[in-house]
């Protein structure tokens, strides 16, 4: 009736100035404590040196784009995913693969190890999470134990267990996150407030509670509550698709890697980006980024087929490595932080020192 | 009717930006300064960072030893 349409717009346009309003209030709250920048804090900090950071290892075998990895808690065992639909682990020291599945669809675009190092988890564009159990049993064939856990309705962008082999959280482009039981293949909890695909995740260092951020297709970066299914804080800098997020080694700040070229630092405390590692010079996105163990160093892979490391204080590159010959699209440190591990359109995976 | 399932999807709008508005933040000088504290403390820690030795780093080449 024409009295209720006029209520509702009524409440609607009400609803509308208060979250003006309140986005204005947010945005006071935040400029009123920037009161310097994290490079200037660090101008006195000793400048890092020269790398001399190679190739030490090549991983040849993928029929297709290398498009997500991950370290085993053993820091030598490595699990990859392809475009071909190929997943395999290898022995990263050896370079010898000593498992491979074949999935039931093309471009699987994220895996996982278990942290026991006895499973691995993958998915894509079958909209699903599976669980492999890894067997050294010849006679085994690993795909016959194959668990699937996760089901969105879309494709899987990203996986990653949580702190033991039973839960699962993901990330999918239907615009959602979500932790699963790994047993039953329950849904624990769902994360709704992306307005797009949701490109990426990681989880909190264990010693600092149980959150993760995501980030997606709507640029925009969001740091969840896992009991509550709650996002408790949410940054909009970038320019464009956010690919990668990764916390900081204390839990206190996370980087995001995006298609808008740059890398930038969000300080959960300051509740506000407080570095950008960009250069005119480079114009491709970057895909894929990771911290060295004290947090100094940002590896970050990009779609020019190079590999910048960033001194994360003072925000300025200290390093390029070239190799690969397409785009870099996954890149992790390896637990000891020893060495760091990239993945790449041109079908291999380089294992750097 | 599509008029309440937009008002239902801007009072979520509104209910998570109260929450935002609402935490408690810490200065840039002080949050900055704990991430560089963090990164000074745990530098000799970072193997990528110091350039660990071939003898320790097993993805280095280990150097060859020769019999006398």
Known sequence: ?????????????????????????????????????????????????????????????????????????????????????????????????????????????????????????????????????????????????????????????????????????????????????????????????????????????????????SGGCDKKAMVWDMRSGQCVQAFETHESDINSVRYYPSGDAFASGSDDATCRLYDLRADREVAIYSKESIIFGASSVDFSLSGRLLFAGYNDYTINVWDVLKGVRVSILFGHENRVSTLRVSPDGTAFCSGSWDHTLRVWA | MSGSSSITAMKKVVQQLRLEAGLNRMKVSQAAADLKQFCLQNAQHDPLLTGVSSRTNSFRPQKVCSFL
Request: glycine share 8%.
């Open chain 1, 1 to 213: 009736m024409a009295s209720d349409g006029l209520h509702e717009s009524e409440t609607l346009a009400a609803l509308r100035s208060e979250a003006e309003s309140l986005k204005g209030k947010l945005e006071e709250e935040r400029a009123k404590l920037h009161d310097v920048e994290l490079r200037q804090v660090a101008e006195r900090v000793e400048a890092l040196g020269q790398f001399v950071m190679k190739t030490r290892r090549t991983l040849k075998g993928h029929g297709n784009k290398v498009l997500c990895m991950d370290w085993c808690r053993d820091k030598r065992r490595i699990v990859s995913s392809s475009q071909d639909g190929k997943v395999i682990v290898w022995d990263s020291f050896t370079t010898n693969k000593e498992h491979a599945v074949t999935m039931p669809c093309t471009w699987v675009m994220a895996c996982a190890y278990a942290p026991s190092g006895c499973a691995i988890a993958c998915g894509g564009l079958d909209n699903k999470c599976s669980v492999y159990p890894l067997t050294f049993d010849k006679n085994e064939n690993m795909a016959a134990k194959k668990k699937s856990v996760a089901m969105h309705t879309n494709y899987l962008s990203a996986c990653s267990f949580t702190n033991s082999d039973m839960q699962i959280l993901t990330a999918s482009g239907d615009g959602t996150c979500a932790l699963w039981d790994v047993e039953s293949g329950q849904l624990l909890q769902s994360f709704h407030g992306h307005g797009a695909d949701v490109l990426c995740l990681d989880l909190a260092p264990s010693e600092t509670g149980n959150t993760f951020v």
